[in-house]
Structures are given as structure tokens and as C-alpha cells.
């Protein structure tokens, strides 16, 4: 289980939405071993006073965090962020230093979904890779 969010300038991440999940989800597919069908995305598009960034940051900047329940290893995490970095410089075209990106894990036993407790379902995938 993962949601993620997606903050950045609304003007800029509006018209790319659907592009930037796509990578997204194909990186934590690859990285996570994910089905196809667990995708939960947010995108938070913020104006320009509502959004301070770093200097040296063009109005491509976005950050991204990534909450999971724990077990992935720490190659499986890496990876997931360096996939991130390469396909959204390859495919979406936003530069490394416009990419900020953190993975937040919780025990499954903090996580509620389909009426259950995280820690008492059977998931069709695998949290330990």
C-alpha cells in the first residue's frame, strides 16, 4: 500500500498530471513490484505565494512524498528514487534539481483500507522487496 502526493506551481503541474502519474507509477511498479491496478496519486498545485522554494529552482519544482506501509528494502527505496529521477528528467523533462522527493513508512498496523487494518489483510503483492 502507497499514496503518494505531488506538490508544485498549479500552472506548471496542471498540464502535466497525467504524464508525471504515469511515470510515477511505472517507477514504483518497477521498484516495488506493484500491480497495476494500486495507484493512489494527489497532485497539490499551489500559486506562487502559497509555494517557496529553494533558490537555484526554476517553476518546475516539484516534491514528492511517498507514504508506504514499511518492509521494502533499502535497494528497493533507492532505486525507487533513483528510477523517479531519470524517468521524470527522460519522459516528463523536469531537471534533477527541480526534483525533491521523501519516503515516509508506517508499520501495517497503522494503515486502514477496504473496512480492515493494514496488519489484517491479505494483500494481492508483496510489501517485502
Known amino acids: 500500500m502507497s499514496q503518494i502526493k505531488i506538490y508544485g506551481l498549479k500552472e506548471s503541474i496542471d498540464p502535466i498530471k497525467k504524464q508525471l502519474s504515469d511515470v ?11 500491480p497495476a491496478d494500486k495507484r493512489a496519486h ?5 500559486e506562487k505565494d502559497d509555494f517557496f522554494m529553494p533558490a537555484g529552482r526554476s517553476s518546475s519544482y516539484i516534491i514528492i512524498e511517498i507514504t508506504m506501509i514499511e ?5 528497493a527505496r533507492k532505486k525507487l528514487i533513483r528510477l523517479l529521477f531519470d524517468k521524470i528528467k527522460a519522459e516528463v523533462g523536469i531537471d534533477y534539481m527541480d526534483v525533491e522527493i521523501c519516503i515516509y513508512e508506517s508499520p501495517a498496523c497503522n494503515w486502514g483500507f477496504r473496512g480492515m487494518h493494514g496488519d489484517e489483510i491479505k494483500l494481492n503483492y508483496s510489501v517485502n522487496v
Do not use: P
Open 71 to 75: 518492509g521494502r528494502s533499502v535497494e
Open 42 to 46: 494527489r497532485f497539490i498545485g499551489l
Open 24 to 34: 510515477i507509477h511505472s517507477c514504483v511498479m518497477d521498484a516495488l513490484q506493484f
